[in-house]
């Protein structure tokens, strides 16, 4: 499949071509910027070969009116498909979609938003639905990557009536996180729902990323792509105070007070130039100035790595992307050092060295440092190429129903936490056998102890483990006064403690989670299925109005396991489930990527 990829921003548009192949796939590249009296600048990079120079296109509806001429000039008419990246997706976007007349209807009406660049998009959109009718076209939004934050990331704390009229915090850069989180993930050779990784993304724009189960559950950007680090011309973070003091000490408006946050503030403003090689250079002749701005962006940046790292519990993996990300290693250093609490060491030589070209992702981090730390191109054209290869490649849905077990709190507890409980040599007694072979409820019972709440006859599910783990719901969290996180099983690094209540004795440990919601299968199932160990599917559940989709559910393959998905009991309230159940599978995200 080749695809056309549209990128445009609010001054600028680029494309590119993409081959749907192994290996090197971007066939060409360009980009049209500057517009300005009737002309513009113009890159084009195809087949090793790079042309420059202006061209008299006075804007972004001309420039994307002669594609089809350089394509045809290059031998690559031929194209299946065009995605187009869109910056603002509000919160009905969760995912790519094809592109109608009422999808180009819904990215109109967030154009408030998104008001610089939204209306460039939806330019792009309308000629390109016009040179190539054939077509599918893909949208890819920006936002939709952090939909998955939850609540206490996107919540302002301001009035109701602000929060029902729109006001919450999107973040951006989502292609650009999503995509660095899955290469450090594929360079590591390890499964991305295993790592706690922040994405750093630097360039022209900045934003921070936090990367837990593979999904974002907190981004630097907010209501708009304002908030959080320094960046070229944006302030990032400021006290909302601010409005009013420069309303009466400068007589500002909100407009005037705005579009000076936008354009010129950030490092222009502290140092003069948006452009961190300029100011590297200015810092290095003695500006001080141009000191003050790097040390300032560095420590934003570091900040906010410590927040992510404190509110995930930890951090496994640091990426490093964006002009200044892929090509400051002193900004990177300056990043990483005072980061060394967190277990986090660069290598002074392979920060020195990187190199990035044909999309690899080097790390660079220290022998021994606990953090790996990765550097890797942005290729947000490339990853809207793979999302719209997942889109159009996704099989329609099957009908394949699967038995649905609702787990209600319980533990698992190790030979040490029986003795101490219920006595030295005690062994718990299998009262009824569970689905899943060798697996049972034990007659005994326990008593959880919170800050807040206790949790009488908790059950006890056997066999015995190597480390006690304590599953409980949200709502249960919310009885014991604990913040337990949602963790895969047996993932229990950083959790928080409780109390647990026995006959025989009172233990404190740490294993609370919410258990991730999942489903067991056996080898001979997950073929007639399509599923494989580590896939992550979308199943529907329940009933009439309270039928839920839940995304992103893990698919663990064992021999033996029969095959049946597990939720907790919020998730069966939030589908209405009463007893028995079966869920349909809607899609499996790895089964279309390998189709
Ligand atoms: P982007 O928006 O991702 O293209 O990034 C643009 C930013 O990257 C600008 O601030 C550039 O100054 C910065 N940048 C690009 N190359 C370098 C470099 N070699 N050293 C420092 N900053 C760089």
Same mark, same amino acid.
């Not at 005994?444 to 206790?454: A, V």
């Not at 249960?476 to 913040?483: C, T, V």
């Not at 349909?584 to 390998?594: D, E, G, H, T, W």
């Given at each position: 499949?080749?695809?056309?990829?549209?990128?445009?921003?609010?001054?600028?548009?680029?494309?590119?071509?993409?081959?749907?192949?192994?290996?090197?796939?971007?066939?060409?590249?360009?980009?049209?910027?500057?517009?300005?009296?009737?002309?513009?600048?113009?890159?084009?990079?195809?087949?090793?070969?790079?042309?420059?120079?202006?061209?008299?296109?006075?804007?972004?509806?001309?420039?994307? /009116?002669?594609?089809?001429?350089?394509?045809? =000039?290059?031998? %690559?008419?031929?194209?299946?498909?065009?995605?187009? &990246?869109?910056?603002?997706?509000?919160?009905?976007?969760?995912?790519? $979609?094809?592109?109608?007349?009422?999808?180009?209807?819904?990215?109109?009406?967030?154009?408030?938003?998104?008001?610089?660049?939204?209306?460039?998009?939806?330019?792009?959109?309308?000629?390109?639905?016009?040179?190539?009718?054939?077509?599918?076209?893909?949208?890819?939004?920006?936002?939709?990557?952090?939909?998955?934050?939850?609540?206490? !990331?996107?919540?302002?704390?301001?009035?109701?009536?602000?929060?029902?009229? @729109? %006001?919450?915090?999107?973040?951006?850069?989502?292609?650009?996180?999503?995509?660095?989180?899955?290469? /450090?993930?594929?360079?590591?050779?390890?499964?991305?729902?295993?790592?706690?990784?922040?994405?750093?993304?630097?360039?022209?724009?900045?934003?921070?990323?936090?990367?837990?189960?593979?999904?974002? *559950?907190?981004?630097?950007?907010?209501?708009?792509?304002?908030?959080?680090?320094?960046?070229?011309?944006?302030?990032?973070?400021?006290?909302?105070?601010?409005?009013?003091?420069?309303?009466?000490?400068?007589?500002?408006? *909100?407009?005037?007070?705005? +579009?000076?946050?936008?354009?010129?503030?950030?490092?222009?403003?502290?140092?003069?130039?948006?452009?961190?090689?300029?100011?590297?250079?200015? !810092?290095?002749?003695?500006?001080?100035?141009?000191?003050?701005?790097?040390?300032?962006?560095?420590?934003?940046?570091? +900040?906010?790595?410590?927040?992510?790292?404190?509110?995930?519990?930890? %951090?496994? $993996? %640091?990426?490093?992307? @964006?002009?200044?990300?892929?090509?400051?290693?002193?900004?990177?250093?300056? *990043?990483?050092?005072?980061?060394?609490?967190?277990?986090?060491?660069?290598?002074?030589?392979?920060?020195?060295?990187?190199?990035?070209?044909?999309?690899?992702?080097?790390?660079?981090?220290?022998?021994?440092?606990?953090?790996?730390?990765?550097?890797?191109?942005?290729?947000?054209?490339?990853?809207?190429?793979?999302?719209?290869?997942?889109?159009?490649?996704?099989?329609?849905?099957?009908?394949?129903?699967?038995?649905?077990?609702?787990? /209600?709190?319980?533990?698992?507890?190790?030979?040490? !936490?029986?003795?101490?409980?219920?006595?030295?040599?005690?062994?718990?007694?299998? /009262?009824?056998?569970?689905?899943?072979?060798?697996?049972?409820?034990?007659?005994?019972?326990?008593?959880?102890?919170?800050?807040?709440?206790?949790?009488? &006859?908790?059950?006890?599910?056997?066999?015995? &483990?190597?480390?006690?783990?304590?599953?409980?719901?949200?709502?249960?969290?919310?009885?014991?006064?604990?913040?337990?996180? $949602?963790?895969?099983?047996?993932?229990?690094?950083?959790?928080?403690?409780?109390?647990? $209540?026995?006959?025989?004795?009172? *233990?404190?440990?740490?294993?609370?989670?919410?258990?991730?919601?999942?489903?067991?299968?056996?080898?001979?199932?997950?073929?007639?299925?399509?599923?494989?160990?580590?896939?992550?599917?979308?199943?529907?559940?329940?009933?009439?109005?309270?039928?839920?989709?839940?995304?992103?559910?893990?698919?663990?393959?064992?021999?033996?396991?029969?095959?049946?998905?597990?939720?907790?009991?919020? =998730?069966?309230?939030?589908?209405?489930?009463?007893?028995?159940?079966?869920?349909?599978?809607?899609?499996?995200?790895?089964?279309?990527?390998?189709?």
């Amino acid at each position: 499949m080749r695809i056309l990829v549209f990128n445009a921003g609010s001054s600028s548009v680029k494309f590119g071509v993409f081959e749907e192949r192994e290996g090197p796939n971007h066939l060409l590249k360009a980009t049209y910027e500057r517009f300005d009296r009737g002309g513009c600048t113009y890159r084009l990079e195809v087949r090793g070969k790079r042309l420059e120079g202006r061209r008299p296109l006075g804007s972004v509806a001309a420039a994307v /009116a002669g594609v089809p001429a350089i394509l045809d =000039e290059h031998g %690559l008419s031929d194209v299946d498909a065009i995605g187009h &990246r869109v910056a603002h997706g509000g919160e009905r976007f969760t995912a790519p $979609v094809r592109i109608d007349d009422g999808v180009v209807g819904a990215i109109e009406a967030l154009v408030p938003l998104a008001p610089l660049h939204n209306p460039v998009a939806l330019d792009v959109m309308r000629a390109t639905r016009v040179l190539w009718p054939a077509l599918a076209h893909v949208a890819v939004f920006d936002t939709a990557f952090h939909l998955t934050n939850p609540p206490r !990331a996107t919540t302002y704390a301001v009035p109701r009536a602000w929060r029902d009229a @729109g %006001l919450r915090r999107f973040g951006f850069h989502g292609t650009s996180h999503k995509y660095v989180a899955e290469r /450090a993930a594929d360079a590591l050779g390890e499964p991305l729902r295993e790592l706690k990784l922040v994405s750093l993304h630097l360039g022209n724009g900045a934003s921070a990323c936090a990367v837990q189960l593979g999904r974002s *559950i907190d981004s630097s950007m907010g209501m708009t792509p304002l908030e959080g680090l320094v960046m070229g011309t944006r302030s990032g973070d400021v006290d909302p105070g601010m409005f009013g003091f420069l309303d009466r000490s400068m007589g500002l408006t *909100i407009q005037e007070i705005e +579009k000076v946050l936008y354009e010129e503030s950030g490092l222009k403003a502290l140092a003069g130039s948006s452009d961190m090689r300029d100011i590297e250079d200015q !810092a290095a002749a003695g500006d001080d100035a141009a000191r003050q701005a790097i040390e300032l962006y560095a420590y934003r940046a570091r +900040k906010y790595v410590g927040a992510y790292a404190a509110a995930m519990g930890g %951090l496994d $993996v %640091l990426v490093f992307t @964006g002009g200044i990300g892929e090509n400051s290693s002193s900004m990177r250093r300056r *990043i990483c050092d005072g980061l060394g609490f967190l277990g986090l060491q660069i290598d002074a030589d392979r920060n020195a060295a990187v190199r990035l070209e044909h999309y690899v992702a080097p790390q660079i981090q220290a022998y021994g440092s606990r953090v790996r730390v990765l550097v890797t191109e942005t290729a947000e054209q490339l990853m809207i190429a793979k999302e719209v290869v997942r889109l159009l490649r996704r099989p329609e849905p099957v009908d394949v129903r699967i038995p649905v077990a609702v787990s /209600a709190r319980h533990v698992h507890l190790d030979r040490s !936490a029986v003795a101490a409980l219920f006595g030295e040599g005690y062994e718990l007694t299998p /009262a009824s056998a569970l689905r899943q072979p060798g697996h049972w409820l034990a007659e005994e019972r326990l008593t959880l102890e919170g800050p807040k709440g206790r949790l009488e &006859r908790v059950a006890i599910l056997g066999p015995l &483990r190597d480390r006690v783990q304590v599953e409980i719901s949200r709502t249960d969290g919310f009885a014991l006064g604990i913040e337990a996180p $949602v963790r895969d099983s047996g993932k229990l690094d950083g959790t928080p403690r409780i109390g647990l $209540v026995g006959p025989a004795g009172t *233990i404190d440990t740490d294993g609370v989670i919410v258990a991730a919601r999942h489903v067991h299968t056996n080898p001979a199932d997950a073929v007639r299925y399509g599923l494989s160990d580590g896939d992550e599917i979308e199943i529907r559940l329940g009933n009439g109005d309270r039928e839920a989709s839940f995304g992103a559910t893990l698919v663990r393959v064992s021999a033996g396991a029969v095959t049946e998905m597990h939720i907790d009991t919020d =998730e069966a309230n939030a589908a209405g489930l009463d007893g028995a159940a079966e869920g349909q599978i809607v899609a499996s995200a790895k089964a279309i990527l390998r189709s």
